[in-house]
């Protein structure tokens, strides 16, 4: 069974550029999440997605910070503008999607590196 | 919001010896995950515990779901080279549905 993919792997941008992240979940998995992880630190959710809609998403930055998962599947996490803070690691996670309980597991892909200079 | 502290911050260890880790919160839990870190990959999972008091082996690793409900450890035995890494407890919070908290790591360095 295919992972969750994501592209790129790597971006190097300047500040106050804008930047795209694209994530492709397991297939069948309902929830979708992306998380920051900054150098040293545990991953951190961003937002979570039930389908297309958003459950969770508190801690994103919506001033710069955007995401969508149009038709309920593939997903992609926008930064516009960049700041130097938001260089870190985009981490991009799927699960079966099941109420909060045994068995909802996230599988987690790759990650893309951002680094904003 | 919910807080893990998770120790030690980094281990660096003789090859065959074995591995004790923990995550600690004031907040109570539903779900206690260990999840292990390459670089340049994402966090894959280790071992996953659903019930306090629960024990888990998985291999030559071992995890507890504390009976508070507030902390669990993992255990490594007999270390090998591979198992190097960064090693995150993440846990379900009580109130927050499936959403994970992470703790910030233990990184394992294991001298052969």
């Known amino acids: 069974e295919a992972g969750v993919a994501q592209s790129p792997r790597y971006k190097i941008i300047e500040k106050r550029q804008s930047v795209a992240f694209w994530c492709n979940p397991i297939?069948?998995?309902?929830?979708l999440y992306w998380y920051q992880q900054i150098l040293g630190q545990g991953p951190k959710l961003l937002i979570q997605?039930?389908?297309?809609?958003?459950?969770?998403d508190s801690q994103l930055p919506k001033d710069r910070f955007s995401a969508e998962r149009l038709k309920g599947v593939d997903s992609t996490l926008k930064i516009q503008p960049a700041k130097l803070e938001d260089s870190a690691v985009y981490l991009c996670?799927?699960?079966?999607?099941?109420?909060?309980?045994?068995?909802?597991?996230?599988?987690f892909g790759p990650g893309t590196r951002l680094t904003v200079l | 919001g919910q807080q893990l502290n998770q120790s030690p911050q980094s281990m660096f260890i003789q090859e065959g010896e074995d591995v004790s880790m923990n995550c600690t919160s004031s907040?109570?839990?539903?779900?206690w995950l260990w999840y292990k870190q390459d670089p340049g990959e994402g966090p894959v999972l280790l071992i996953a515990?659903?019930?306090?008091?629960e024990l888990t082996s998985n291999g030559r690793l071992t995890a507890q779901f504390g009976i508070t409900r507030k902390d669990s450890f993992l255990n490594i035995s007999a270390s090998i080279p591979s198992d190097v890494g960064i090693y995150f407890c993440?846990?379900?919070?009580?109130?927050?549905?499936?959403?994970?908290?992470f703790g910030a790591g233990t990184i394992l360095r294991v001298k052969s």
């Open positions: 907040s109570i839990f539903n779900t």
């Open positions: 297939s069948g998995h309902a929830t």
């Open positions: 997605f039930q389908n297309n809609g958003v459950v969770d």
């Open positions: 993440a846990g379900q919070p009580m109130e927050y549905g499936n959403k994970l908290v």
């Open positions: 515990l659903y019930k306090a008091g």
């Open positions: 996670a799927s699960s079966l999607g099941i109420l909060a309980g045994e068995g909802d597991t996230q599988y």
